[in-house]
């Protein structure tokens, strides 16, 4: 791995809070973006670990989620991964998780659930009337409060998924209400759905059980369905629903809430 990774300016290992943090994380971003635009998904993440002083890994356990899981266990074992429970996750999802972690040795797993979703979901049919809240409440807030007190989060997005992550790029800030500036990491984002595969299968990583049951895409049961061949892999999230975001990211404060296959 090359050695000219820029650091924190001044050799600040600690960003300040305010205005002062989002004008070093810009500048941060900027070099990292210019020093790593040729660098492979491993560098990314080499670079990220190196130069973001509190970073977590969030991943849903979902189909292509190994993929980087593997990748981050073999740059730094214990780096932490939030895991997001919304409770109406399928039972496959669950094990997939317990399983996956064990392979692959991740030891600083957390798993995050909603403190109380029984007060403003207490039939479990939030998803029915209003999806937005549902997810607001089992996967935004949980989120934003699991990311309290880390610098940056890790993401496996990626630039074919939407015409709104064309351009994503390997590293950018995220400001979300009410919570500090944060390094978001996209160290896939210029893989394409055959770089996944290939990896998943070169690497011989077990896949989501649900992927061979017709599910490209997995979230929440309620919210997934199975995708017909030539479908878009994503076509099954929010089926016949004006949605297919979560909503746990942000541009310039704002959740995105739609974008073409996202």
């Known amino acids: 791995m090359p050695r000219d990774h820029p650091q924190l300016p001044n050799g600040q290992k600690i960003l300040p809070e305010g205005s002062d943090r989002v004008t070093v994380m810009t500048h941060q971003v900027d070099v990292l973006n210019r020093s790593m635009r040729h660098h492979s998904a491993t560098d990314v993440l080499h670079a990220a670990v190196e130069n973001v002083p509190d970073l977590a890994l969030v991943s849903s356990f979902g189909a292509e989620s190994v ?42 797993v957390s798993i995050i659930r909603a403190s109380d979703p029984a007060r403003t979901d207490p039939d479990g049919t939030l998803h029915q009337r209003n ?19 880390f610098d940056g989060w890790i993401t496996g997005r990626k630039r074919f998924q939407s015409g709104t992550r064309a351009h994503l790029p390997f590293f950018e800030i995220e400001t979300a209400p009410g919570a500090p500036a944060r390094i978001k990491v996209n160290p896939l984002a210029h893989w394409h759905a055959s770089d996944v595969a290939d990896y998943i299968d070169e690497n011989r990583l077990p896949r989501h059980p649900m992927v061979a ?5 997995i979230g929440c049961a309620p919210c997934t369905s199975p995708v017909k061949p030539g479908e878009d892999p994503r076509a099954g999230r929010w089926r016949d629903i004006e949605k297919d975001e979560c909503g746990i990211h942000f541009v310039d404060g704002k ?8």
């Not at 895991?83 to 996956?100: G, H």
């Not at 999806?131 to 007190?149: E, S, Y």
Request: glycine share 6%; aromatic share 6%.
């Open 67 to 108: 993929a980087l899981l593997h990748l981050a266990s073999m740059v730094q074992r214990d780096l932490p991964v939030l895991f997001i429970d919304t409770e109406m996750l399928f039972a496959e999802t669950l094990v997939y998780q317990q399983e996956l972690s064990e392979r692959l040795g991740l030891r600083n």
């Open 131 to 149: 999806p937005d809240a549902c997810c607001a409440l089992r996967k935004t807030v949980p989120l934003q409060q699991a990311l309290t007190g």
């Open 255 to 262: 959740m995105i809430r739609t974008g073409a296959n996202s």
């Open 213 to 217: 049951k017709g599910y490209p895409s």
